[in-house]
């Protein structure tokens, strides 16, 4: 292993976006094993750093490879299509009509039954989007549209976001 190993080879993984979550965690705990700074205590503080380091290293890389949005995000970017949300928020005009809609439903929706029925059409409507995600990483290996839909799919998760802080203001 070395530190700089992209998170697919640390954690002895094929790089694609659809993985087992199990298999991820096994491996997960397996590196933290290795790594954790508690096996290196006799070893004075320089191997305690170091394996700080690693322990760090590991937690972000599974942090990243659990969360199908970075994992999606960090595919493109090894493949040479990074997603430049800050710079490219160009969208088709059918998804931006779509969001313009949810966005009126969630301010016209009232009581929180309304606002769970949009957050399920909402999560209906990314699950969808993630699995077309997969299929153009793993199946078609066009990283540039799944760049694309990867901007797409943080429009709609910031949305989600949204309909969970209204959801927590009508609980309070």
């Not at 199990?22 to 094993?33: E, G, S």
């Not at 290996?141 to 943080?154: F, G, K, S, T, Y």
């Amino acid at each position: 292993m070395k530190i700089d190993d992209d998170d697919f080879t640390l954690f002895g993984l094929e790089p694609r976006f659809a993985l087992d979550p199990a298999l991820l965690d096994d491996r997960w705990r397996a590196l933290q094993a290795e790594v954790h700074p508690d096996r290196f205590v006799s070893e004075g503080a320089a191997a305690q750093r170091l394996a700080m380091q690693w322990a760090v290293r590991v937690n972000e890389a599974y942090r990243r490879l659990k969360n199908p949005l970075k994992r999606g995000a960090y595919l493109c970017e090894l493949r040479g299509a990074p997603i430049e949300a800050e710079n490219n928020t160009a969208m088709p005009p059918a998804f931006l009509m779509q969001q313009m809609a949810w966005r009126e439903a969630l301010d016209d929706a009232e009581g929180a039954a309304a606002v769970e029925a949009l957050d399920r059409s909402v999560a209906q409507h990314e699950a969808t989007l993630i699995e077309q995600l997969r299929l153009t990483l793993d199946e078609q290996q066009d990283a540039p549209a799944a760049a694309a839909q990867v901007r797409a799919l943080m429009f709609v998760h910031r949305f989600r976001d949204d309909i969970h802080r209204r959801l927590e203001a009508l609980d309070a």
